[in-house]
C-alpha cells in the first residue's frame, strides 16, 4: 500500500464503514472453523482482496473510482490479528491501494475514545456520510450482535435517500430496513483463498 497523507482524507463516491474488531473476531471464527473443517492452515485475510470483495458485494461496477475504507476501532487496539496488513496506524491509515478494475481504495482508522462508544461513532459516521451529497454506496460492516445498537442504526438508515446504494453485512439475515443486505462471511472467506469447492471434496 502507498502512504497517503491526512488532508488527502474525503468522502469518496464508494465508502465502506467496518467495525474492525468485529471483522476480526468473525476472520478469527471463520479460520478456526475451515482449518478443522478442511484439515489445513487457513492464512490469515487479505484485507485489500477483502475491501475489493465487500465493494463487489455491495454493488460496485468496474470503472474509474475511488472507494473510502473507514476501520473505526476501540483506541487501545492497536492492529488486528487475523488481517494483513494488520497494524491499524501504521500499516492501515492513510494508505491506498490501485485495482486495474475497480480503482483507488484509500484506508482510514479512527480509534474512539471513552467517552464515544464505536457504535454510537459509527451510526454517527453513516448518518453524516450518507447524506453527502458526493457518496453514491455505502456498505457497512457493524457489530450485529449488540441488538440494541443494530435496531438503532437500522432506524437511523431508514432516513437515507432512495438514491443512496446502502449495503448492510451481517452473518446471518435480518429482518428488513432501507438496505441491502449480504453475508460478510463469503467476502472473508475469498479473501483468505478458501475457494467453495474445497467444501465439496
Not at 39 to 64: H, S, T
Amino acid at each position: 500500500m502507498n502512504s497517503l497523507e491526512a488532508n488527502d482524507i474525503e468522502l469518496q463516491e464508494n465508502i465502506i464503514i467496518a467495525d474492525a474488531e468485529y471483522i476480526d473476531n468473525v476472520a478469527f471464527d471463520l479460520i478456526v472453523n475451515f482449518e478443522r473443517m478442511l484439515g489445513r492452515k487457513i492464512p490469515k485475510a487479505d484485507m485489500a482482496q477483502w475491501a475489493i470483495n465487500i465493494g463487489l458485494d455491495g454493488g460496485m461496477k468496474p470503472g474509474r473510482q475511488t472507494t473510502g475504507v473507514i476501520l473505526i476501532h476501540d483506541k487501545n487496539t492497536e492492529q488486528l490479528n487475523n488481517f494483513l496488513p494488520s497494524d491499524l496506524q501504521a500499516e492501515l491509515n492513510n494508505q491506498a491501494f490501485y485495482d486495474e478494475s475497480f480503482g483507488e481504495f484509500t484506508f482510514t482508522a479512527y480509534p474512539t475514545e471513552a467517552m464515544v462508544t464505536k457504535q454510537d461513532f459509527l451510526t454517527d459516521m453513516a448518518r453524516t456520510i450518507y447524506n453527502h451529497k458526493d457518496v453514491k454506496r455505502v456498505m457497512l460492516v457493524p457489530d450485529t450482535e449488540n441488538e440494541q445498537f443494530f435496531n438503532s442504526l437500522k432506524r437511523v438508515l431508514n432516513g437515507a435517500d432512495d438514491d443512496k446504494h446502502i449495503t448492510l453485512f451481517t452473518m446471518q439475515p435480518t429482518l428488513g430496513g432501507h438496505f441491502r443486505q449480504e453475508i460478510l462471511g463469503y467476502s472473508l472467506t475469498n479473501a483468505m483463498g478458501v475457494k467453495a469447492d474445497e467444501f465439496r471434496d
